[in-house]
């Protein structure tokens, strides 16, 4: 006959279960190993890889978003997560849509050096109607990327512009995810 768990078993359990999730959250950071829960990209994990090369249009990065009052209003709004980039972010998987000295120009759609960038149409309203600003568009300044997802959805360089690429962590690779 199985024995029923007490209160006083569950707090040693509760307590095991703490201990090993702590770990695993440790060891992936370490391992450069992230978990992603936002419709941006395919959901769950992933791995930052340190380029070899320079980066390119078309990679797929892990990048810490600026420390401002338009990310802080964005993380406000539910766009972004919290994390361990500086401000307390969530790093952003996207793939570099713009490199500096390229030409953006955002209409209905974003336009890269006068080809019109795949699935790239700019809302004017965020999921909540709220309004949304688009970037204005312009040259990519140097040191920046201009970052896009192919989620209708994402917060992207749509909105918020070129980033510093000084925020680069690295290359995104997915180890085990679901794309629903």
């Known amino acids: 006959m199985k024995k029923?768990?007490?209160q006083s078993g569950v707090i040693p359990l509760l307590g095991a279960a703490l201990t090993i999730m702590s770990g695993v959250v440790v060891a992936g950071w370490i391992g450069d190993y992230r978990?992603?829960?936002?419709?941006?990209e395919p959901l769950g994990?992933?791995?930052i890889e340190r380029p070899d090369r320079l980066i390119e249009v078309g990679d797929l990065v892990f990048?810490?978003?600026p420390v401002n009052p338009l990310f802080e209003k964005a993380r406000q709004r539910g766009y972004l997560r919290h994390g361990l980039c500086a401000g307390g972010f969530a790093p952003l998987i996207k793939t570099v849509a713009a490199l500096p000295g390229?030409?953006?120009e955002i209409g209905e759609s974003v336009v890269i050096d006068g080809h019109l960038l795949a699935r790239s149409v700019v809302l004017k309203t965020d999921g909540e109607g709220r309004a949304i600003t688009s970037y204005l568009g312009g040259v990519v300044p140097p040191g920046t990327l201009f970052l896009h997802s192919s989620f209708a959805s994402s917060?992207?360089?749509r909105y918020f512009g070129p980033i510093p690429g000084a925020g680069?962590?690295?290359l995104a690779r997915p180890i085990f995810t679901y794309d629903p």
Do not use: F, H
């Open 155 to 157: 917060y992207d360089s």
């Open 102 to 104: 390229q030409r953006v």
């Open 4 to 6: 029923p768990v007490t």
């Open 45 to 47: 994990l992933w791995r």
């Open 168 to 170: 680069l962590l690295g």
């Open 35 to 40: 978990l992603n829960l936002t419709p941006s």
């Open 63 to 65: 990048i810490c978003p």
